[in-house]
């Protein structure tokens, strides 16, 4: 082989190494991010949504990589978020959490703004993101029954805390009204002369009465004077 083409086999071999070279020292660069799971569901429609309180999940961001190719847990290099923070909560870990404030879906976010590999070195500069979608399942169903029964020959008026229940109360009348099942139901009794108390409650105190975890229809006195 001549001097020449010796000369020319080396320039291509040290081009092929520089390349290859070049090519190993580019930085990882982040392409994807997915969200495991992809959804989560909380609550049923017969569950009132305050028994959702509390209920919870964790979330694990997968980064994507190109240079080399792989796919690794990025978990606590992304910025979580949720967009209806009144149904979902989620903490700076990936922690999703239900408040009890509102039912319905929220979407959550994973994403890294700043697309760098492990030593610093800038790649793209994207923002990358993954989502995913996390329900409350709205309560639908009826619960338990308060039937409030008025004893006595004088009036007022009947409210309850939380709402549902409210009436007039006149002599040898009642009132009705359906709650959640599991709830706390106070009721007041405003009488437009002297309230001579309730029976029935688990609680009484004055014009007060507390039903506590109702569980299953219940009848109650209030005696107006």
Same mark, same amino acid.
């Given at each position: ?34 969200? %495991? ?75 890294? %703004? ?97 039903? %506590? ?13």
């Amino acid at each position: 082989m001549s001097r020449k083409w010796l000369g020319f086999a080396a320039l291509v071999i040290i081009a092929s190494s520089l390349l290859a070279v070049s090519s190993c020292g580019d930085p990882q660069e982040l392409v994807s991010i997915q969200i %495991q799971p992809s959804s989560e569901t909380f609550g049923a429609s017969n569950i009132p949504l305050i028994q959702d309180v509390g209920l919870q999940a964790q979330l694990t961001a997968m980064g994507t990589y190109v240079h080399p190719p792989v796919t690794k847990d990025i978990t606590s290099q992304v910025t979580w978020a949720s967009n209806e923070t009144q149904v979902i909560t989620i903490t700076p870990a990936g922690l999703i959490s239900v408040p009890g404030t509102a039912c319905g879906g929220s979407v959550i976010s994973a994403t890294v %703004q700043t697309n760098s590999d492990a030593t610093g070195v800038s790649s793209s500069g994207a923002i990358v993101s993954g989502t995913m979608l996390a329900s409350v399942v709205c309560f639908t169903g009826t619960g338990p029954t308060i039937t409030i029964d008025f004893a006595g020959t004088g009036s007022g008026t009947i409210s309850s805390s939380p709402a549902g229940l409210g009436c007039a109360a006149t002599p040898g009348g009642m009132c009705t009204g359906s709650f959640p099942t599991g709830t706390n139901v106070t009721l007041t009794a405003v009488p437009n002369g002297t309230f001579g108390g309730w029976a029935g409650c688990n609680i009484n105190s004055g014009a007060t009465c507390i039903l %506590q975890d109702l569980t299953s229809d219940v009848t109650v006195t209030a005696t107006f004077n």
